[in-house]
DNA sequence: ATGCGATGTTGACATTGGTAACTCCAAACG
DNA sequence: CGTTTGGAGTTACCAATGTCAACATCGCAT
């Protein structure tokens, strides 16, 4: 309401706003100043008074599109009812992945987004809070895998990056890379082969059951 | 020597010579068609007459990329001695992956560009050739671990979308991902990490030995 | 020699990110 | 209640880029 014509409110949400709404409908590089500006009914520069350059506001969407992520991520864990302590870390481990994938292919520009602009490093500090990227997720379930007794402690080191680079390299290839254009069972396929892969390789110190059957 | 001031010689060799470079030392956005023409030392739009577009030379230089890529992993094929059959396979799926990773994190550039303007998909139809692709080359190696009894047929589906994915993900995280900024050494340790991982979980049907020891 | 097609050139245009200088309004202060 | 001050937007401008159109130049076949 306080949209005096000239002093429009709040523009920097609105601005932030409708970067998400180009980047979902036309990707990343479809993010210009001059377009958002007008699309917000403002003139182009307006935006310089809320964003150093186009690189800040490229940040802020890239924010919002890591919400999203983490909040997909979340949906998925929340529905692992799995009761067993071994089977449900291991499963939970999964859904995280599954998350992943899901997000990179439902919001494929918001997924590249992230990664054209990423905020750094996740910083080696893992251990602290779970944190609220999914890196921490990832590191908070493997923690988990290793309490349980799933995990060798041992095999912990690294296990964070290896699972990361193969869910990440499967979104990537599926989403801008060479595997685009393979049809919804396929994938699933091969997502599911590729995390009981790893469900497996994790687990290989011990005797354990295939997560796929039972 | 043909080069009047005028007609230029074969101006397109030149061209993507030219794009090569720049991408290699400032990567793929660096690409700008007016400066191409400035450092062959011809006008713009000179360019037109031997690519439709901007995009046209970007794929003639990726093309570039990829034989680059395929070189590395070659020589590093190239340097596997291993005798026992066995382990001979199992080592050069690990060679081809640290060749992929080499060349990611030495020709960041090259690399990049070779995933903003990719070739569409390999088509599923492996199977044939070796193929003079990295895809080729990795079903090749898969292939061959099924050939000498270390990865169960049954396992052989979808072990190339995994093994890719894994190593595709290691090389992105790494190379403008979150995992920038990791030391040589950190890095290393994590991508035998992957790397054995990959190894283990393939075989794990039957009971080999790792083949980080021995 | 000559004329034609491939190869380059010049000139223009619309778009974009960005800077500078101006304007407008609202709230703080006397 | 008037004034001033500064945050928020605006207009004017610039250099760079990709691309199109029209023109120039050269070599080779006739």
Redesign the pocket.
Known sequence: MTT??????N?REALVGVAVDVVRERGPEA?????L?RRVG?????A???FA???ALVDAAAERALEALVATIRRRLARVEEQDPVRRARRRLMEIGVGYVEFALAEAGLFRLLFTAYPDPPDGAHGDGEGDDPYGMLNAALDELVEVGYLAARDRVGADVTCWSAVHGFAVLNVEGPLRGLSADERDAALTGLLLGIDRGLGAGGDWPSLADG
Chains 1, 2 share one sequence.
């Open positions: 005096s014509p000239y002093h429009h409110g523009l993010l210009v100043l001059r377009e500006a403002v003139s182009h520069n307006a310089y008074r809320h350059d186009r690189e």
